[in-house]
């Protein structure tokens, strides 16, 4: 029995807590919803008041088609927001701010598609559904390619149907197909079609003519040579690239050479964006061969970058002492070369980051020595790995006749820096343990349409207790182009304006270069004359440890009605030559200028053998030409030269150069 009543007496105690708990939770679980529900009217209490009444308020904001920018970007644009109240003339201006914001970061055909404008009224308020059209590509025409098949043109677009047009990516396309050296001439143009409700892309281009077949007779007096080619830059209009050609070359001071260089070049290997490039060439020295893979940063947007390239030849090398061959060396060199980068930022402002290594063997043998020098060519087994870090501002800026005659040039304008850092070691298989470092900087600049500045240095230095072999080169280049504003003389879509009988485009151009070798005497040598850029003097007339050269220019570029018949008398021409092969029209055009240049320069060796008061001077005139319609035939220049300094005597004879270049 006593057990009985505890027991009741405990099943009680318990019954007492739980009604007591229950009493307790009762209590608060009615206080506390009360203070919680009346915060919350409270606060939309007073929102409502403050904002006007309840059925206007916005509920709910929802934005779709905002795939180049946040959510939280938009709204930041706009003053309708949730819990505001909804104004028809508040959300008209705020439909204009997103889309200026959108056409200031490059989205020009961006917009606000108010057919799909979602407002949905109800009794606790509105409800709203913004849809943003950025700018669809519905069709991409192009125009121009005759020869060049149009899916190559396609695919060097930064952009397809269906992509966001953006201002950027179109001017960077246009870049792009600039630097194919089948294309003279390009221009993307976009337009709103407001039937389709999506953005029209013409991409139109220029392209050079090329002849497959071709006999070039060199009549460059300090290298002579003929040639017979074929050569396709645009090969079945695929954009690849292949040449053949027997070469019979004689330098100055060399004996005659003959070659058999065969060349393919494959920008698209397998529709990727990696490109081949081999080349081999076959001369009585003994065989090159070259073979490079690449996968390069083909547009500011891309985040990697790759190469890989092998190299085997046999050279001849000549060292000169006083303007006379003293040794002739036989070189056999071997390389290879691999590296990898990753870039960081935006399409201007980046910085990457690199790994690489390079393997390169050389060894020499003497062939010839005529007389006592201080040659002393080492051979070299170098086996290096290091790292690159560097940073650029990139934009180009389109122009004409800086270094090309009428096809159309990207002139870079910003700045990059790279640092790369370097280490041999025998654990790799080096002949020795040093470290390496180069600095390279290169930058371009404009002031207005007309003056332009490119400059690029580069240091690189060996070491290992202490420095032992080091190398600077500098080159600035300033163009004053167009001196007089006269306007475009002539482009490759429309030839030579008409201005009268004679039309002009004046161009000043500056350009100083310098080369300084420092703990390489003995193994490398610089360079002074007519091979380099000083005009007037012999093919390699003075040579030392250090040199620095000024090159003063100015450039008359003729046009006119005069100079539009010469151009159009050799279309003619040109055009019946190949009526039994082509049966369309040929525009070579045909491009003279006049120079008039002043050249001055200084070579020594040493720390303090420079001699300020011994310059090597030359003045003279030239004249220039060029057919800026047809591919790979470069500059053909003539230009008297006046040597003006020992070991000439100053006179009115000139020296003639005459012969054909690469740049303007």
């Known amino acids: 029995m006593t057990d009985f009543w505890h027991i009741v007496r405990s099943f009680g105690i318990l019954c007492l807590i739980i009604l007591f708990s229950i009493d307790v939770s009762v209590e608060i679980s009615l206080a506390a919803p009360d203070v919680k529900t009346s915060k ?25 088609g905002n795939h180049s920018f946040s959510d939280q970007q938009i709204r930041e644009l706009m003053r309708t927001d949730v819990w505001s109240v909804y104004d028809e003339s508040v959300l008209k201006a705020d439909f204009e701010a997103i889309t200026r914001f959108y056409q200031e970061n490059g989205y020009q055909f961006a917009r606000i598609a108010e057919e799909d404008l979602s407002v949905k009224k109800f009794g606790d308020g509105i409800y709203l559904g913004i849809e943003i059209d950025e700018g669809t590509i519905g069709k991409i025409i192009v125009s121009g390619n005759i020869q060049t098949k149009e899916d190559v043109v396609r695919r060097e677009l930064l952009f397809t149907e269906g992509d966001i047009y953006t201002e950027a990516d179109r001017e960077e396309s246009e870049q792009i197909l600039r630097r194919k050296t089948y294309i003279g001439a390009a221009k993307i143009d976009a337009q709103w079609d407001e039937l389709s409700k999506s953005v029209i892309v013409h991409a139109a281009i220029k392209e050079l003519l090329s002849f497959p077949l071709g006999v070039d007779l060199n009549l460059n007096n300090q290298k002579r040579y003929w040639m017979l080619q074929f050569r396709d830059p645009n090969m079945f209009g695929s954009g690849q690239s292949t ?17 058999v260089r065969g060349r393919y070049h494959n920008p698209r290997l397998f529709t990727s964006h990696w490109n081949f490039d081999g080349e081999y060439i076959q001369r009585r020295e003994g065989d090159a061969l070259l073979v490079a893979l690449e996968r390069p940063q083909y547009t500011l947007k891309s985040r990697w970058s790759a190469s890989v390239r092998f190299a085997e030849s046999v050279n ?6 006083s303007a006379m061959e003293t ?7 071997q390389s290879a070369f691999a590296n990898i980068r990753r870039y960081f930022g935006e399409r201007r402002q980046q910085n990457y980051i690199g790994l690489w290594a390079i393997s390169r ?15 002393m060519l080492e051979d070299r087994d170098i086996k290096r790995v290091g790292f690159t ?21 990207n002139f870079l304008v910003g700045s990059q820096y790279a640092l790369s850092l370097g280490y041999a070691s025998p654990l790799y298989g080096s002949d020795r343990a040093e470290s390496y470092a180069e600095l390279a900087v290169g930058s371009g600049w404009m002031k207005g349409e007309r003056f332009f500045s490119l400059t690029t240095i580069a240091l690189s230095t060996n070491w290992r207790s202490r420095i032992e072999r080091s190398v600077l080169q500098a080159q600035t280049a300033w163009f004053y182009t167009d001196v007089f504003n006269t306007g475009d003389i002539y482009t490759l879509e429309r030839g030579f304006r008409k201005n009268g009988l004679f039309d002009f485009h004046q161009t000043f151009v500056a350009q100083l270069k310098t080369e300084m070798q420092f703990g390489w005497s003995g193994q490398s040598q610089v360079i002074l004359g007519a091979f380099n850029g000083l005009r007037g003097y012999g093919y390699k007339q003075f040579n030392g440890e250090k040199m620095v050269l000024l090159n003063l220019e100015s450039r008359t570029l003729f046009g006119g ?15 019946f030559v190949a009526r039994p092969f082509i049966d369309m029209p040929i525009h070579l055009g045909l491009i003279l200028s006049g120079v008039v240049f002043a050249d001055i320069g200084y070579i020594w060796n040493g720390k303090h053998s420079f001699d300020l008061t011994a310059p090597k001077r030359s003045v003279g ?28 005597t100053p006179s009115f004879k000139p020296r003639i150069f005459y012969g054909q270049e690469r740049t303007f």
């Open 40 to 64: 919350i009217k409270t606060a939309s209490q007073e929102n409502i008041s403050v904002l006007g009444d309840e059925a206007n308020t916005v509920r709910s904001l929802v934005i779709n």
């Open 243 to 259: 040449l053949w050609r027997y070469e019979r070359i004689s330098e100055i001071g060399e004996r005659t050479r003959s070659l």
């Open 316 to 321: 001849h090398v000549s060292w000169y002492e």
């Open 327 to 333: 040794d002739r060396f036989e070189q056999n060199l």
């Open 361 to 375: 063997r050389s060894k020499y043998v003497l062939l010839n020595k005529h007389s006592e020098s201080r040659a």
């Open 389 to 409: 870090v560097g940073r650029k501002h990139t934009a180009y800026h389109n122009t004409r006749f800086l270094e090309r005659m009428g096809q159309e040039e």
């Open 561 to 575: 009605t005069v100079f539009r018949k010469m151009d159009e008398a050799l279309a003619a021409v040109a055009t």
């Open 621 to 648: 005139f030239g004249l220039r030409s060029s057919l800026s319609q047809f591919s790979g035939t470069g500059i053909l220049r003539i230009e008297f030269a006046y040597p003006l300094d020992p070991p000439f």
